[in-house]
């Protein structure tokens, strides 16, 4: 388990993660979702120990990060600005990965290049931007580690390659337990991967929540409802947003889905539906309860 505590740093007068408390299960897909400058990139390295906190602490597997390289064999750190070595190939970096990481595997790093179309004898200075990410997440992949730090992991890559990617990160989930942290801009990204999302806004984490447990409790139903009839009309409904098209109503509710039916079927519409709702619709929903516009804190 990662675990953060009061966990801060300042740059000059800049406060860039303040005073966060957040806890990050095993086997799970963290999605820490926010602007650029709200902080995402600065927690990923005091998590990888590249930062110093200033304040609180954070560990891994109850061991603190900073300057522990046995804390440090437990993660791999994909960065939003790439680096690898001077005139390096895939080749090189993976010689190099062997040393760092004992459980690196050479024989699915060769299959995974092929499989992506990376020649392993090519310099990566010559590759694209988006193949220089494909090889950072096959070297992050394939280090064998159990926790993967990814910052805007899937920026740059082309519809097709992110699918392959999401799906090796299941794989890998499913076979031995690795637990991704993901940390995007972008919440439809993260929709069909996440299984914990937390949103960063100004340093501070404004939401963190379980998407399953979100989406248990919050609905979206549409209905027209009798002539005369108001949404206020309907006893036992938690309506959170109402939006009209005419006589179609979009309601935003919480609560049991099983009870919603139950109002609903009482209230006999003269049409009614429940639709799930979007992790973007979720979170725009839950932090408006908050007082904030999450489309202005995101999108």
């Not at 005073?19 to 897909?29: D, P, T």
């Not at 190099?96 to 790093?109: K, W």
């Not at 379980?210 to 209905?223: F, I, P, R, S, T």
Request: proline share 3%; charged share 25%.
């Amino acid at each position: 388990m990662i675990e953060a505590t009061n966990l801060t740093k300042k740059f000059d007068d800049i406060l860039a993660v303040d005073h966060i408390n957040a806890q990050i299960r095993e086997g799970n897909v963290f999605g820490l979702i926010g602007t650029n400058g709200a902080g995402k990139s600065t927690f990923l390295r005091m998590a990888a120990g590249v930062l110093k906190p200033d304040e609180g602490s954070i560990t891994i597997d109850g061991m603190d990060v900073y300057e522990n390289e046995a804390a440090k064999r437990k993660f791999f750190y994909i960065s939003d600005d790439q680096y690898f070595f001077g005139n390096a190939t895939p080749q090189d970096m993976m010689n190099y990965y062997r040393i760092v990481y004992p459980e690196f595997d050479v024989n699915r790093f060769d299959s995974l290049l092929k499989s992506f179309g990376l020649q392993k004898n090519r310099k990566i200075n010559t590759f694209s931007k988006g193949m220089k990410k494909q090889v950072s997440i096959l070297c992050g992949i394939c280090a064998g580690t159990e926790y993967l730090f990814c910052d805007e992991t899937f920026d740059g890559l082309d519809p097709v390659m992110r699918q392959a990617v999401k799906s090796i990160f299941a794989n890998d989930m499913e076979e031995r337990k690795l637990t991704p942290i993901i940390a995007s801009h972008n919440l439809r990204e993260l929709e069909d991967i996440c299984d914990h999302v937390g949103l960063l806004h100004k340093g501070g984490i404004l939401l963190s929540r379980d998407l399953d447990e979100m989406k248990m409790n919050l609905h979206k139903v549409q209905c027209v409802l009798k002539d005369g009839m108001q949404p206020e009309d309907i006893t036992g409904l938690t309506i959170l947003k109402t939006e009209r098209r005419g006589k179609l109503l979009t309601l935003t509710v919480r609560g049991d889905l099983n009870q919603v039916e139950f109002v609903m079927q009482q209230a006999d519409p003269v049409f009614y539906e429940t639709i799930p709702l979007s992790l973007e619709e979720i979170f725009i929903s839950e932090t408006e309860v908050v007082g904030y516009d999450v489309k202005k804190l995101i999108f």
